[in-house]
């Protein structure tokens, strides 16, 4: 079966749909907010909370042509709207929650010396990006999303997507021409 006809089962008032989602996209979800914030316990609040709207809202809820989509955003939302009643809150002028895609070498297992330096060199390409464009490479190159989508998420226009994109490649690009070597399959792990 495929997410749509779900998503309409689901909107139906059908259990099993929405146990399917949950299921499904939990740990997605988990991984894409913790590039939010690195408290793994307010991501855990807030994908509860977007599942617990979902199934009290199924009724009134539209239908969406992608259902990952729908629920990354979501889960975005839900963790900017936290942030915002911290700031509230606390009387800060401005929290800005930022986007931190980061490879960091120790996280992975790599046994291979070259490959560690490697990741060093991926790890220094990441930090001259901007928040805005590791998001955008993530979107792009991790979840294969289309340009649109990206601009859905980000509540940007397709222009502005676009040239985030080219610039973040265009600084990759002249990092590597700078003798930077980096392999490719590590560009993968991000």
């Given at each position: 079966m495929n997410d749509i006809f779900l998503w309409k089962q689901l909107l139906e008032g059908e259990d099993y749909a929405y146990t399917y989602f949950y299921r499904t996209y939990v740990d997605v979800m988990y991984s894409y907010g913790l590039k939010f914030t690195p408290d793994s316990e307010l991501v855990k609040d807030c994908i509860h909370d977007v599942f617990v709207k979902i199934y009290a809202n199924r009724k009134k809820l539209g239908m969406t042509d992608n259902v990952r989509r729908y629920l990354?955003?979501?889960l975005?939302?839900?963790l900017f709207n936290h942030f915002q009643k911290s700031v509230n809150t606390y009387n800060i002028d401005c929290v800005e929650p930022v986007f931190d895609l980061e490879y960091n070498a120790e996280e992975q297992i790599i046994t291979d010396k070259e490959d560690q330096l490697q990741a060093?060199?991926?790890?220094?390409?990441?930090?001259m990006l901007t928040f805005r464009q590791k998001e955008a490479l993530y979107y792009r190159y991790n979840e294969g999303m289309k340009i649109g989508d990206i601009c859905l998420l980000m509540q940007m226009n397709y222009q502005s997507v676009q040239n985030l994109l080219q610039r973040a490649i265009k600084k990759i690009r002249k990092s590597v021409e700078r003798g930077e070597k980096v392999n490719l399959k590590l560009l993968k792990k991000i």
């Open positions: 990354l955003a979501a975005k939302n839900t060093k060199e991926l790890d220094n390409m990441l930090n």
